[in-house]
């Protein structure tokens, strides 16, 4: 193992959420010059001026003939599809259009830091049960492509139905076997109570959504559910909160064939939370919409390149959101959990996923850098 000369001067990328790029390593961090980045930052007892190591304030302290080793640390990025429920009554109650408006805000909004995918989902009694449209291939930048799909829709010409627990069954299918870096997630639009295209036994329809949301959690997929217009029943929507984060679900089924699996009777379900918004108010919808996605977003970074840092020395390292630094701390700041993998925890995690929050700054000195 070759360890990088103590002198050699190291500036890690930044990693632009807002943007989905990287900064050179030799791009300059003078505040006057790069006004996305805030050096008001506390004193680093390293020494390090404001914090920083940066590239030229190292040159100027008289180490100017050092190697430099280019380094990023890249995020893990979450893959999300939206699945929008496409019945009739989304229409009859003038959903359809401020829902539109709202999801593809969020999308446009988050589309560099989340690999989006959309699907739209109704069925028809007696032929295709769930009839899936819409269907966007999952990429980066995708918002366009969403919005074509999303505006080539249109009301059913027949009476459609909600088959949610078997539209929810076949995007996590296809998305179980989806290549991705980051954890997978769905996030299900709906307006109304689920059944199977047969307008038949309700509490059969919600277990069957109960348990589709559990076995997507299985998977490693986790699912988000929000419900437009007030049409269906708040502890069902806790129960697929509860199901699709894992959490226990109540046992209040009413199904004589129940399929998902309940919490023993008198023991607590969980508290995961769903989503109500109200569409006619769009900043909110939005907001609700992206708060829910950004939160999504990954702290953990992995470093590219052969190349490991010293975790001896990993104290040493500077990290920043936008601006702001982060200590190093376990619980609430940054840690590294193995040579390769840095990860933001607590409050510092927190701050990330705000839907506001831009960019993170990662840097260490030369000295715990190893090269392999």
Known sequence: MLYVPRRAALLFSVFAWGQGCAQSATEPRDPAERPDIDARVPADPTGREDGDASLSGRRDAGVDSCNQVDLSFEARQPTVLVLVDRS???WDMGLWDPLKRGVLDAVERLQNDVRFGF????GQQGRTCPE??????????????????????DKPSYKSETPTAAALTEVTTRLAEEPAIGPKYVVLVTDGEPDFCDDGNVECARDALVAAAQAAHAKGIG???????????RMHLEDVANAGAGQPVAQRSQCANARAAYAPVGSAAGSAPYFEPDVSNQSALVAALAGVISGVRGCVFDLAGQIQIDLAQASEGVVEIDGVRVPFDPVNGFRMNSATELELTGSACAQLRRPDSKRVFIDFPCEAVLVL
């Open 88 to 90: 009739g009554s989304m």
């Open 132 to 153: 899936l449209s819409a269907t966007t291939p999952i990429a980066l930048g995708n918002a366009a492509a969403i919005r074509r799909a999303y505006d080539a829709l």
């Open 223 to 233: 699912t988000f559910v929000f419900s437009v217009g007030g049409q269906v029943s």
């Open 119 to 122: 699907v739209s989902y109704t």
